[in-house]
């Protein structure tokens, strides 16, 4: 039964890639839930898997030679994974967006930015071509672009970085979807175009309700505008609690460690590192993945430990919490 507070559920979603090396488990069993009008915060190291989660969500992967989805992704009930390509045809733009993380890929070099978001509401909805084009000004204004009628008429190679990435998001919110997937939407922007980027992504959740998963490496922007907070690593969830829980009383010793390695002010010391590396994805340990970086590992690491509540609105897959009840 979906909790009617839940807009997105992902249940044992799994995504493998065949190579000629063998397989490669990029997402493993991650576990999800995102309610509406709130920004949930995927953060993880490099490779992760946070991308790959995002695009299975979104059913831009699995449907090709060499790749393989498994698992639940439920839009408000309706599985995803089960719809055809046609039916998701529909479902993205409309109810379910996702800004990717560079937004000169995103935009095509030969069609000006106006046209380029008129295109939403043209695929989705029956309007005509002028009242597309006047929504697509529209939401270039209410993302903050300047002279959005005069923009319009511009390619993308003449806008800044910060520019691009704002009509990559009026893209993306042209028909209002209910679930928007922001993949590192601040990358290579510099900090006060971040900060107004962030602003603008809480604007739109107050404005239009929509919900928000905001992919990360950055803790600073996730103590800024997440909710709730689910920590990635190696293919899998290994945290999940509101924000300030999170960073309050952090219960995985990885996310301890992430948040060990942050700079403070005052502080010249060496900063603190992760020791070792992530697992090869082609071969994961049986046991806890993070078990050969980890401080505090003992026997009970050699068992793959689960997802658990270890407080109130808190998750952590780690033994260690369970050797001190």
Known sequence: MN???TILRVEDLRVRFRTRRGDVRAVDGVNLELNRGEILGLVGESGCGKSVTAQAVMRLIGDGRGEEVSGRVELDGEDLLQKSEKEMTKLRGRRISMIFQDPMTSLNP???????????PLLHEKVTRRDAYARAVG???TVGIPSPKERARRFPHEFSGGMRQRSVIAMSLCCKPEVLIADEPTTALDVTIQAQILDLLQDLRRDFGTAIILITHDLGVVAEVCDRVAIMYAGGIVEQAPAGELFRK??????????ASLPKIGDRGILKAIEGRPPDL????????????????????????PLERVAEEHDAACWLEKKHE
Do not use: W
Not at 250 to 259: E, I, K, N, S, V
Not at 284 to 302: I, N, Q, Y
């Open 3 to 5: 909790d009617q507070n």
């Open 110 to 120: 030969v069609y000006t930015v106006g046209n380029q978001i008129a295109e939403v």
């Open 139 to 141: 939401m270039l204004e």
């Open 250 to 259: 952090p219960r995985h010793p990885y996310t301890q460690g992430l948040l």
């Open 282 to 305: 082609m071969n994961l340990p049986e046991g806890c993945r993070f078990a050969p970086r980890c401080p505090h590992a003992f026997g009970k690491c050699s068992e793959y430990p």
